[in-house]
């Protein structure tokens, strides 16, 4: 059955003319369906738990509504109005720079706390004065713990990927950060499912919350195929693999393990068998200025093969 299409734009729902300025420059037209059904609740200081699959604009539905609240009342000294906690580095990147295009000439800052970088230099950012805070957990518990966070006047706590935080173990953290933050605070949370665990979670942290849920569309891009190989045992998954890339004259893959540990058998294993190919890895010990030079070499296809987590 299909759905009906979105015929709400960014005019009806209630942002600033200066958002929707921005908006408008950056190409923004029609919400997305977790957008249209966010944002208003947002607006109107409900907390939100938002439930969307990946790609489907969980961050806009977040940060427009935040941006504009900040914008109407003037903050009383520079310091952290909102607190945006992500699973991931690149993720928390992300996040700054959608805040980045979003807050354009609305004179917000903020600062974007991650590991794999200087904390000297987030420090630093700090101490200049930022409306909001965009951090991943352990860097964001390392710098409240040097003194370098002044939180007692945030009022907007955000919890993005909460699935991804359940699975990686950051909820004691999250349960610690929310205990240095102001108990009258809008917290909204968004995830990609809502599992029993996470449900448990979202009781923990929202009161009285809105639950949107969007259901994914389950179609394939035409231009995507999929199929799964079996194999009989989890040793013959390598050889599957190998002989799928031989088979199929690969030029360049994208190939993820669901172990970190996995990731330098597997390279020692291609290496072997393809002999001269040129073979990347990433994963999150590296530093995040390896891990933005080994993407590039792999985009610029100085390797043909990329194995992550």
Same mark, same amino acid.
């Given at each position: ?260 540990? !996995? *990731?330098?058998? #597997?390279?020692?294993? $291609? @290496?072997? =068998?393809?002999?001269? %190919? !040129? *073979?990347?890895? #990433?994963?999150?010990? $590296? @530093?995040? =200025?390896?891990?933005? %030079? ?16």
């Amino acid at each position: 059955m299909s759905k009906e299409p979105n015929t709400t734009d960014f005019n009806q729902l209630g942002l600033s003319p200066k958002i929707l300025d921005n908006l408008s420059s950056i190409g923004y037209k029609t919400p997305t369906e977790i957008q249209t059904k966010a944002i208003p609740h947002v607006m109107m200081g409900r907390s939100v738990i938002g439930v969307a699959q990946t790609g489907t604009g969980k961050t806009a539905a977040f940060l427009l509504p935040i941006i504009d609240r900040l914008t109407r009342v003037r903050a009383r000294a520079r310091m952290p109005r909102v607190v945006i906690l992500s699973p991931t580095r690149e993720l928390s990147d992300q996040i700054g720079e959608n805040f980045e295009l979003y807050s354009k000439s609305t004179g917000l800052t903020h600062a974007l706390l991650i590991g794999g970088v200087s904390a000297q230099k987030q420090e630093v950012s700090l101490g200049k004065g930022a409306d909001v805070i965009i951090a991943t957990p352990g860097r964001f518990i390392d710098l409240q713990e040097r003194g370098r966070l002044m939180l007692h006047m945030v009022d907007y706590f955000v919890i993005d990927e909460a699935d991804r935080m359940l699975d990686m173990g950051f909820i004691p953290d999250i349960e610690k950060i929310n205990r240095l933050l102001p108990p009258k605070k809008l917290t909204l949370m968004f995830t990609a499912t809502m599992e029993k665990g996470i449900r448990k979670i979202a009781q923990k942290f929202l009161s009285d919350p809105i639950e949107i849920t969007v259901e994914p569309e389950r179609k394939t891009a035409e231009n995507v195929t999929q199929f799964y190989t079996r194999v009989a045992s989890r040793s013959d998954k390598d050889k599957a693999l190998l002989s799928y890339l031989r088979e199929q004259d690969v030029n360049t893959a994208i190939i993820f393990c669901n172990l970190k540990s !996995n *990731i330098p058998k #597997l390279k020692s294993y $291609l @290496t072997k =068998h393809l002999k001269a %190919q !040129n *073979i990347l890895t #990433l994963h999150g010990d $590296l @530093t995040q =200025h390896t891990r933005n %030079q080994r993407l590039d070499e792999f985009i610029n296809k100085e390797a043909q093969y990329l194995i992550c987590s």
